[in-house]
């Protein structure tokens, strides 16, 4: 085969590769983009409050902390407090810890707290549940939802709480809002999505991915095209490539188990090409090592 039919057909080769993975690659993100959870955009991750009032109230200040994608959990720091008519007037005060005239129990989310009439309100950790698709990710969104309620006295009386939400957890932004209402209660609401620096990194992480397949690819058409003999360091280099592509996309921050989108646009495609350019070479390579039939007989001869 002569060398400008070999470029004819690398070119052929490389520009019908490249329409196919285009078409792959569009059809797998709006396929997947289109099922994505709508997210609030320019998320704070401010203090928002339920109510500002001046009545009888329990406070309750909620700092996220950390988010478990695994276990799918929030975590959040609570402070407790109240107005000036529930706190202690005869006790010591020891900390900055506020301390009530009467029993209160606060429950938020599944986790409820029992405090008794005189002693500190002391700090708690809690956990939520999370509701959201890390397939997707680095353009995941993650829901939610969080009922507030206290009582206070020995007769369980319901009292308006004051709920306090912030805070943007590593690698997260969060979106805080609460459902409108008259209700004592509290009803908080949080959308939480990857913070723009996770999606820098995760996107750049891609197109290196990407950068390094096709250098790879194309000295593997480059070489044919020119009909050049393939040695050992041009399998090695291609070799190192492939099985370096789960290393380098375990560097993204926050990277999500096998299987996710981020596979199915890059990680996927980049291992078939290497792929395909490795077994290339090997079939190459081992062709143009075989014996000639004329050295055989030759060979055979003497």
Known sequence: MTRPTRL?????????????????????????????HTTQKDPSGGWTLNRLTIDTSVVVIA???????????????????????????TSTVQSNLFESNQAINVTFGTQAFIFKKGTPLNNAVVTVPITGDISIYPFDSYSIFIPVFATIGD???????????????????????????????????????RSRTTKVFAILISLLMWALTICGSLLSVVLWVADKKVEPPYIIFTTALLFAMPSVRSAMPGAPPIGA???QIVMVWCMSLLSMAEVG????????AKPSFKLLKEVETA
């Open 8 to 36: 004819l057909y690398g070119i052929v080769f490389v520009t019908a590769a490249a329409l196919a993975i285009i078409c792959g690659l569009i059809t797998i993100a709006v396929t997947h983009l289109k099922a994505a």
């Open 63 to 89: 700092e996220a902390t950390s988010i478990d994608l695994n276990s799918q959990i929030a975590k959040f720091t609570l402070t407790f407090g109240g107005t000036d008519d529930l706190a202690s007037n």
């Open 155 to 193: 007769k369980a009386q319901p009292v308006t709480v004051v709920v306090a939400l912030y805070g943007n957890p590593s690698g997260f932004n969060a979106a805080y809002s609460f459902q409108e209402g008259d209700s004592v209660d509290a009803t908080g609401f949080a959308v939480v999505s």
């Open 261 to 263: 989108l981020i596979d």
């Open 281 to 288: 070479y090997f079939f190459r390579f081992i062709s143009s």
